[in-house]
């Protein structure tokens, strides 16, 4: 019977091979954005999870005021060790903070995430080396690993695991090291490194002030968190004092112990937002959504195809076949199709994989093994086919044989609210994403073209770990590049403007006190970033007090301060008083997710860092030959660091502040293109059952002497109130949500009203087309055909 | 092996009691070849389908081989399907997407008859019916008069002691249709097959060996010929 069964379903997709592609295809896009984000989420949430104590590790951190940050001081590990016995390791990290170059005697690589660890914190987060770690002989020893990559650049005929001697930093320095072999980085790890060293105890002699280390705890099964918590936070306070740290302030006062998972860390760290989360879920709800839709346009599709069959269940009825029997058949019927449609799913989201990595930069592939996917697609194959199958199942095998068998059999109308608001529903997602696309691209366009008060096109940034902070150090190095063809302009800073933040403290002027941010800047800074003056002038060398202190504030901080004229003002802070000489405009050196703000740029400044970025101003023209000159001249001009010349353009490195927008704004193109494409199928589904539901109508309605198009008319009205209902209820969703989307920028465009014309125009357009398709089949049918049985 | 007393059935509108049947008795037994004729509307094919169990009565009483029908089960009203109710109908309603073979096929798969069993009773049935040549072929590839063979052999293989026909020959030519009533004739005769048809033509109801005449819902006149 299962052999027979199966042969009519084979030949009846077959026969409908139109409707079926579509209903499979439909499910297999579906399906693939459905794979392809469920491997996303898989990866994402699985971070460190190889870690055998995955669910015992969590990091030490400190509740400030102000924030919560991971950075602890070292020796609180060692007492957390020494009190609690539920403790049972404690490990100690430090990020080693900046790059620098390792070369062997042929070649340089670079350790941008150079990372110091314990022995104990190396055990406990599994970052082993390919040979067995050994713990460190003596307190000196360090065991320094490079990752695989940066050894293979190094010594690219190396086979054997003997260590190697580097160089470390540039040549003319000469500082040496051991390096003991090659450790293999785990990618999906929260802790990330290119280089590695590995001591028997890190910041041994640091006390409760260093709060630049991250403090790792292994406890055991079991262990009440909150109570180990409380125990820590008291044992801190107490040590605070015994280590003779001004435990007065409010800050002391404030500042709380708290234990943050290991498995949080990578997606909702108590210390860092949980953005990552949200997107995570949010791509979730989307790719549900979609898979939901498929599965209703599945269902619909299978309803409208039942008049068709609706004979044979009768026949089936009359020669004795239960009802169930008749169920198990159809949804055997629809598994099949959902196999089918999983596997071109599977196929759809292979070729699509590459892009998908891309976009959100991961390396996911669905052919490794212990592939989540090997369980869990499987079970989303038996959940589609419940919910897609179970009610065209109930529907056909409910027929009653005496209705069907008259012969002119015509499914009821009872279903038509539920399919009518699914379709709605479809609609509605439809419309959202449309007018969600849209209007993010809008803002997308006018960070694109909106002036950001400075030029990055035609600004080289130059790597560099040389401090320039003295304009008198520098001059010699500016004075040599300048002589090269093509060069504009130089200048050296502490920060370049692609977003990273300034440093801030609190400056006074007229006694008005205020937190303002602080860059520090030498001659030709403004220049070379073509930012334009308000009043007053730019630093000028022939100005000798430019570089003991005068400052340039920008309008925003003006504004802070209530300073109508500015110019010649003195500003204290750094235990120094600025005159101030002149006012920038605003620039966005941060985007336009944070409002510019108020700084105060200055040549010398006490408190700042050391002023290392260089950027320099050249010609579009000769942009190629002075680079080349450049990192031929490089080791000349920059003695201290010129080994390796290694230069990135300035507006790419702004452009990257656009990125997670650029993502969103694929993401929304794909998610709107799929479910426009999915509810037209649904549509094009529905218009063809309700077409052929109403064959004797529209004869009936011909004979009368209805024309063609008051028949058209006819049949796309109801489709046109479902769309104008879908986007009634879509508007106000769309634009409460990408109101709070646009919220989270500074500098945003008001909310325009084309978006949703045109998500309105589309969806009518597509609906009338797709019905009027339909239609057209049963407004040419003769309608002696369709009365012949009356 | 067919009692029906006092059947009634009725459509309930605003009130207002459409009627169907009314108070309709009769007795068939085993191996009568009963016609049930009169106008249209007169409620023929509800009659039929209320023997055949695929509409149930308003009200009354439906023996079949002394079983109560109406308070039957799904479970046992689908046994009797299976093993003594061959159905045969005006548009025939084979399987489109079976052939030939496979239809006649169908009701034994059901019946769970075992596979050397089925294939030799197909066998027979082809042969029988002299279609031997075109068992892989659809209905779609068939005339009117070759369909309803099939739908007959259909209804045949499952070996029922009854067979309802709505209209068997409605749809046919008048030569096919003496092919079919012959046939009907035939399987009453040798087989001793029970056989109630519902049929417009004096023609048709010649065959049989009993005429119910229907008016209006009501039994007129019971004629045995």
């Known amino acids: 019977m299962f052999k027979l069964n199966l042969k009519i379903a084979l030949r009846n997709l077959w026969k409908n091979g139109g409707i079926t592609s579509i209903n499979v295809g439909g499910l297999a896009i579906a399906l693939a954005a459905f794979i392809l984000v469920m491997m996303y989420v898989t990866y994402e949430t699985t971070f460190d999870k190889g870690n055998p104590n995955y669910d015992n590790i969590y990091i030490v951190g400190r509740t400030m005021p102000e924030f919560k940050t991971n950075y602890t001081p070292p020796p609180l590990g060692k007492a957390i060790k020494q009190n609690f016995p539920e403790v049972m390791a404690v490990g100690t990290l430090k990020k080693g903070g900046f790059e620098f170059a390792i070369s062997s005697d042929a070649n340089t690589a670079f350790a941008s995430n150079y990372l110091m660890v314990d022995y104990e914190a190396a055990k406990m987060l599994q970052l082993l080396p390919n040979e067995e770690l050994a713990k460190p002989a003596n307190e000196e020893g360090i065991l320094f690993f490079l990752a695989k990559e940066s050894m293979m650049t190094l010594f690219p005929k190396k086979k054997d695991d003997k260590p190697e001697l580097v160089t470390l930093g540039s040549k003319a320095a000469g500082q040496t090291a051991e390096v003991k072999g090659t450790i293999s980085v785990n990618k999906h790890s929260n802790v990330t490194f290119d280089a590695l060293s590995v001591r028997k105890e890190l910041g041994k002699n640091e006390n409760y002030g260093y709060n630049n280390y991250n403090t790792y705890i292994q406890v055991k099964s079991g262990t009440d968190i909150a109570a180990l918590e409380q125990k820590i936070n008291t044992l801190y306070k107490n040590e605070l004092i015994k280590d003779g740290q001004d435990v007065s302030t409010d800050r002391y006062k404030q500042t709380t112990i708290f234990l943050d998972p290991l498995k949080n860390q990578h997606l909702k760290p108590m210390a860092g937002n949980n953005a990552a989360y949200k997107v995570l879920i949010a791509l979730s709800v989307l790719a549900m959504l979609i898979l939901l839709i498929a599965c209703i346009n599945f269902t619909n599709l299978s309803i409208a195809q039942a008049t068709k069959r609706a004979k044979e269940v009768g026949v089936k009825k009359v020669l004795g076949v239960y009802r169930y029997q008749l169920t198990f058949q159809f949804l055997t019927e629809i598994l099949m199709q959902c196999v089918v449609a999983t596997i071109l799913g599977l196929l759809i989201a292979e070729l699509l994989m590459p892009k998908f990595n891309a976009l959100f930069n991961v390396s996911l592939s669905i052919w490794s093994a212990n592939n989540a996917l090997l369980y869990q697609l499987p079970l989303i194959l038996l959940a589609i086919t419940f919910i897609a199958g179970i009610y065209p199942a109930m529907v056909l095998s409910g027929f009653k044989p005496s209705l069907v068998l008259k012969g002119n059999f015509q499914t009821s109308r009872n279903t038509y609210w539920l399919r009518n608001s699914l379709l709605i529903v479809q609609f509605s997602v439809a419309v959202i994403f449309i007018t969600s696309l849209l209007i993010i691209s809008t803002q997308l366009k006018y960070m694109r073209t909106q002036d950001v008060g400075f030029n990055a096109n035609q600004v080289v940034y130059i790597k560099n770990i040389m401090m320039f902070s003295d304009p008198r150090v520098f001059e010699p190095v500016r004075q040599k590049i300048m002589r090269i063809p093509g060069i504009k302009s130089v200048t050296v800073a502490t920060g370049i403007p692609d977003g990273s933040e300034n440093g801030s403290n609190g400056y006074t002027v007229n006694g008005v006190e205020a937190s303002i941010d602080f860059l520090d800047v030498d001659f030709d800074y403004f220049e070379t970033l073509d930012i334009k003056l308000a009043d007053g002038r730019f630093f000028n060398k022939a100005f000798k007090t430019d570089t003991a202190n005068s400052a340039i504030i920008n309008e925003s901080a003006a504004a802070k301060y209530g300073l109508t004229d500015p110019i010649g003002k003195t500003i204290r802070g750094c235990s120094m008083d600025y005159k101030i000489v002149g006012v920038v405009k605003d620039f966005k050196a941060q985007g336009f997710e944070t409002p510019v703000q108020p700084t105060l740029y200055s040549i010398k400044n006490p408190c700042g860092n050391a002023k290392t970025q260089l950027m320099l101003k050249i010609d579009q023209d000769q942009m190629s030959e002075a680079i080349a000159t450049l990192k031929a001249q490089w080791p000349d001009i920059n003695k201290m660091d010129g080994d390796n010349f290694r230069y990135y353009f300035l507006n790419d490195l702004y452009g990257k502040l656009f990125q997670k927008q650029e993502q969103l704004q694929s993401v929304f193109f794909a998610a709107a293109l799929l479910t426009i494409f999915i509810a037209t199928l649904g549509l094009f589904a529905f218009a063809k059952y309700m077409t052929n539901n109403r064959m004797k109508e529209i004869a009936v309605r011909k004979v009368l002497g209805a024309s063609d198009v008051q028949i058209l008319k006819l049949l796309n009205s109801s489709f046109f109130a479902m769309v104008i209902i879908a986007n009634c209820i879509s508007w106000p969703l769309a634009y409460v949500l990408t109101k709070k989307w646009l919220e989270t920028f500074a500098y945003r465009i008001d909310i325009p009203v084309l978006p949703f014309l045109i998500s309105a125009a589309v969806t009518i357009l597509l609906t009338v087309l797709t019905v009027s398709i339909q239609a057209a089949k049963a407004v040419k049918a003769n309608p002696v055909n369709a009365l012949k049985y009356e | ?225």
């Open chain 2, 1 to 225: 092996m067919i009692a029906l007393k006092d059947i009634e059935k009725y459509y309930a509108s605003k009130g207002v009691k459409s009627y169907i049947l009314r108070h309709v008795s009769t007795v068939i037994n085993q191996g009568e070849f009963v016609s049930i004729m009169g106008p249209s509307g007169a409620g023929k094919s509800t009659l039929l389908n209320i023997i055949g169990m695929l509409e149930e009565p308003t009200y009354g009483e439906y023996k079949f081989m002394d079983e109560d029908v109406i308070s039957l089960s799904e479970r046992k009203r689908i046994e009797l399907y299976r093993n003594h109710i061959g159905f045969v109908f005006q548009a025939y309603h084979l399987i489109d997407e079976m052939t030939v073979a496979e239809n006649i096929e169908a009701p034994l798969l059901y019946k769970k008859v075992g596979g050397s069993e089925r294939k030799s009773r197909v066998a027979d049935m082809l042969d029988r019916f002299n279609m031997v040549g075109k068992k892989d072929l659809f209905p779609s590839q068939l005339s009117g008069g070759q369909q309803q063979l099939v739908g007959i052999a259909r209804a045949l293989a499952a070996q029922p002691s009854i067979i309802l026909a709505d209209e068997p020959t409605g749809n046919l030519q008048s030569a096919q249709a003496l092919q079919i009533m012959e046939l009907f004739k035939k399987l009453n005769k040798e087989d001793g097959i029970t056989i109630i048809q519902v049929t417009h033509s004096e023609v048709n109801a010649a065959y049989g060996s009993r005429i119910l005449h229907l008016l209006d819902g009501v039994i007129k006149e019971d004629v045995r010929l």
